[in-house]
């Protein structure tokens, strides 16, 4: 396709701003539609994490390499940095020999990721359309990238002012976070505490309770103006990546999220890039996500079942284990590749996990819809209904 072609983008999250600023870059006319009035309308100012252990290119660097500049708050944070706290509450200090993640903030803040990423986009002349909340679109290429649409996990937090400079804290426990984790997010006197869960979503209120209260056991952290939020993510066994040859799902539309703890950023920018690339080098964005996105997220959903069935004991063992590495990176990125062993697993998981995505479809004869997901065969039958 020739460099003077416009491509319409939807929704205005990391995964559709990596779209945009790739097409642009390579000189296409970008128009991206979002929903809202602003970028980071879903997030709260909450501080988020950039993982830096599924892959041996350091996240930064990837981000370099799918032309994302940090103009944005993304502050390091290593094992020296925090620590984990399991079952037994006992502290577990890990070691790593680079950054554990990288802190960022989302929502509609100055240093937000999401705002960065929106000046970015405009400089480099994205053309973002404000309040267009997207149903369908009639022709051209399209990427869609607007985030999830069930709660496969959900998190509910706070955000609040303290003394404390940089710390993070990791909790695990299915007393407070059942079958995930709860955490504390600390930067320049500000904090984020969450608890997460893939369950029990009905009893998220006394879970939240239950956390603060292993806070407050924990650390002795003075808590100022909080502000409550919450959240979901979803994802699928196997992602959706495209209606035809002409629309294509991203990010957490698309089912890319990390099935073990939600880390879902890097999956969002990847997927919007390679989505990007298929049209900027015409090649398939499926054999581009099999090649570079499957493998680890078929990981992650084994990775889900080892956690789920681990309970409290195996949470106890496990942070001793991390604690006696002299580098935990390396081990956990082991976990993210589809090793034999895992392959097994994750057979096995994939008939185990259900996402809670109703797949709605449309009654349209002609489908252009965005949003629901007509195969071609499917359309078909809606055709000839
Ligand atoms: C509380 C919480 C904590 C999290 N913590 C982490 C973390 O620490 N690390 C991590 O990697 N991930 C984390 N995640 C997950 C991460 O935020 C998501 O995976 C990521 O934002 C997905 O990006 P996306 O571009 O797919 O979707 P989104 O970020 O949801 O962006 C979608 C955009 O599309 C817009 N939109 C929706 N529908 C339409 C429409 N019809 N037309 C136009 N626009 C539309 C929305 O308004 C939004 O701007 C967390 C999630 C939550 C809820």
């Known amino acids: 396709m020739s460099g003077n072609k416009t491509i319409n983008v939807v929704g205005a999250g990391p995964g559709g701003f990596a779209a945009a600023i790739s097409l642009a870059e390579n000189g296409y006319n970008v128009n991206l539609y979002e929903k809202n009035d602003n970028v980071g309308v879903r997030f709260n100012g909450d501080f988020q994490g950039l993982e830096n252990w599924s892959d041996d290119e350091d996240t930064l660097s990837i981000l370099g390499r799918l032309g994302i500049k940090i103009n944005f708050l993304c502050q390091p944070y290593s094992g020296d940095d925090g620590y984990f706290i399991g079952p037994n509450r006992k502290k577990a200090r890990i070691k790593t020999s680079r950054p554990l993640f990288y802190l960022i903030e989302r929502g509609t803040g100055e240093n937000s990721l ?137 990010g957490e539309n698309a089912g890319f999220q990390d099935a073990l703890w939600g880390f879902g950023i890097k999956y969002a920018m990847l997927s919007g890039y390679y989505a990007a690339k298929s049209i900027i080098d015409n090649e398939l964005y499926s054999d581009l996500c099999k090649t570079h996105l499957y493998p680890k997220l078929k990981a992650s959903l084994a990775n889900r079942w080892l956690f789920s069935h681990l309970y409290n004991p195996g949470y106890t063992y496990l942070f001793k284990y991390m604690a006696a590495s002299d580098d935990v990176i390396p081990s956990l990125r082991k976990h993210y590749n589809f090793s034999l062993s895992k392959k097994l697993i994750y057979e096995m998981a994939k008939r185990w996990y259900r996402t809670r995505l109703i797949n709605k479809q449309c009654m349209h004869v002609h489908c252009d819809c965005v949003w629901c997901r007509h195969g071609k065969h499917e359309h078909e039958l809606v055709e000839n209904c």
Request: one cysteine or more; aromatic letters at 14%; charged letters at 25%.
């Open 114 to 250: 999401d705002q960065g990423l929106r000046r970015q986009a405009e400089e480099l002349g994205v053309n973002i359309l404000w309040n267009h909340k997207m149903e369908s679109l009639k022709k051209g290429y399209a990427i869609v990238g607007t985030g999830p649409k069930a709660a496969d996990a959900i998190a509910k937090g706070m955000v609040f002012k303290t003394s404390y400079k940089n710390i993070f804290i990791g909790f695990v426990d299915n007393r407070i976070a059942p079958q995930a984790y709860a955490y504390l997010l600390v930067n320049n006197g500000r904090a984020t505490f969450a608890t997460c869960m893939f369950n029990d979503f009905k009893n998220e209120k006394t879970y939240f309770e239950r956390s603060l209260q292993v806070l407050n056991s924990s650390i002795d952290i003075d808590i100022i103006d909080e502000k409550e939020f919450g959240g979901f993510v979803n994802f699928f066994n196997e992602p959706i990546l495209s209606k035809g040859d002409r629309i294509f799902y991203v």
